[in-house]
């Protein structure tokens, strides 16, 4: 599946940008706010392909927890604010909280691909297409490759694994000691502070924005209660990935902004008050064309 993406990053970076930058058909520059850099490209992607990597090496060493290491827990140990996870249970709150995060990928994925085919048809461009599916698949990288890698080598045990109502079959079960952080979270809070800022960057003015900013945060935050709820996470294993997942969308948005001005610095020379030849350096910011 990865050789697959990265064939399909190949054939994006070579489609043709016809018309892109031109006038469109407002007789407007397009003011789509982002580029790709090809040094930067390779590095992003080297280096959320070498996370995925790594954290899939380690996976392969995991041992689950065993029966007397689940018997030799203490709720004691926890951080305070993480105990009260201790005591949930539910098993179809796990279930559905594990259908949110496909739903956020297709819903982006659908989004990526509507904004880029209206720039085609409209602009006869495939850069916004290309720019935020690259973008997008950058940040997708780096977030789930820390999810794996710190799942493997943290091994933090789940919440239900303390839970004194569970038999001690139940807590013995596959990926008992995979807690944080919360790749659940990771991954919702990434597609939702992706999705939040391309389109406050995209459409800075429009009033629907705290909509949309409020609408996928709040589907996060959803999902990362019912993770507690059911048993499936700690508090700080979601704050963890929430923080994560929304800073790998920080990043890949911050890296791909157009710069707006450019700074130059001129020589000049003149005369003062006192008739006296003076000269320096000036410098000088303004708006790119």
């Given at each position: ?18 018309g ?71 098993k ?105 800022l ?42 963890a ?14 890296l ?26 000036s ?7």
């Amino acid at each position: 599946m990865r050789i697959g993406i990265i064939i399909f990053i190949c054939v994006f970076l070579n489609l043709p940008d016809a018309g892109y930058g031109q006038l469109n058909k407002h007789n407007k520059k397009s003011d789509f706010p982002y580029q790709l850099s090809p040094a930067q490209e390779i590095c992003l992607i080297g280096s959320g392909t070498a996370l995925l990597y790594a954290g899939g090496r380690v996976q392969t060493t995991l041992d689950y927890m065993s029966a007397s290491e689940v018997l030799a827990l203490k709720t004691s140990s926890l951080l305070f604010v993480d105990r009260g996870a201790t005591t949930n249970w539910d098993k179809s709150l796990d279930r559905t909280r594990e259908f949110f995060e496909p739903a956020s990928i297709v819903s982006t994925i659908g989004l990526i691909g509507g904004l880029g085919l209206s720039d085609r048809i409209t602009g006869e461009s495939w850069s916004v297409l290309k720019t935020l599916s690259l973008m997008y698949l950058e940040g997708a990288y780096l977030t789930e490759g820390m999810v794996l890698l710190t799942k493997a080598t943290i091994k933090r045990p789940r919440p239900y694994t303390y839970n004194s109502s569970l038999s001690l079959e139940q807590k013995v079960r596959s990926a008992n000691n995979e807690s944080f952080l919360s790749g659940n979270a990771g991954i919702l809070f990434y597609h939702a502070s992706f999705v939040s800022l391309i389109m406050h960057d995209m459409y800075p003015d429009r009033k629907w924005l705290p909509y949309v900013y409020a609408g996928t945060h709040g589907l996060a935050i959803l999902s990362g209660y019912w993770s507690v709820k059911s048993g499936m996470h700690f508090p700080t294993d979601i704050l963890a990935g929430a923080l994560w997942g929304s800073g790998m969308a920080l990043l890949v948005t911050h890296l791909h902004k157009k710069k707006n001005q450019s700074l130059s610095i001129h020589p000049w020379s003149g005369r003062n008050q006192t008739g006296n030849k003076i000269s320096g350096l000036s410098l000088i910011i303004k708006p790119k064309s």
